[in-house]
């Protein structure tokens, strides 16, 4: 239900854009974002969008200021854009999104992940 996608190898200091798309039936998303991790390894927030009457936008400390997260209503999808990455960024991005629907009430979902390299 939930496609991530354009990941890929990015040098430090250029741009990179994560796209997550929901797919279904009569979507409401609560709330949609980013996680980030090696996998086995336990996934740490990097932003996400929450839907309460206005858009609440969270970041972890490590990429406030140079990633921009974004959201299209009407596409039901969210975007990650990844400015000035360094090697540390390097990491799966895994889209995750609490989603309600009339079929199953609201649920917590998880993409694929996408793998982005940081390097030169």
């Not at 709330?31 to 858009?55: C, F, H, K, M, S």
Request: proline residues 3%.
């Amino acid at each position: 239900q939930l496609q991530a996608s354009g990941g890929g190898l990015v040098q430090p200091g250029g741009s990179l854009t994560l796209s997550c798309a929901a797919s279904g039936a009569t979507l409401h998303i609560n709330r949609i974002g980013w996680y980030r991790g090696a996998p086995g390894q336990e996934r740490e927030l990097v932003a996400q969008i929450t839907r309460t009457n206005t858009d609440q936008i969270q970041y972890a400390d490590s990429v406030r200021g140079r990633f921009v997260i974004s959201r299209g209503y009407a596409t039901h999808t969210a975007y990650l854009q990844m400015n000035d990455p360094r090697i540390e960024d390097t990491a799966v991005y895994y889209c995750e999104a609490n989603i309600w629907s009339p079929r199953t009430g609201s649920a917590d979902y998880w993409g694929q992940g996408t793998l982005v390299t940081v390097s030169s």
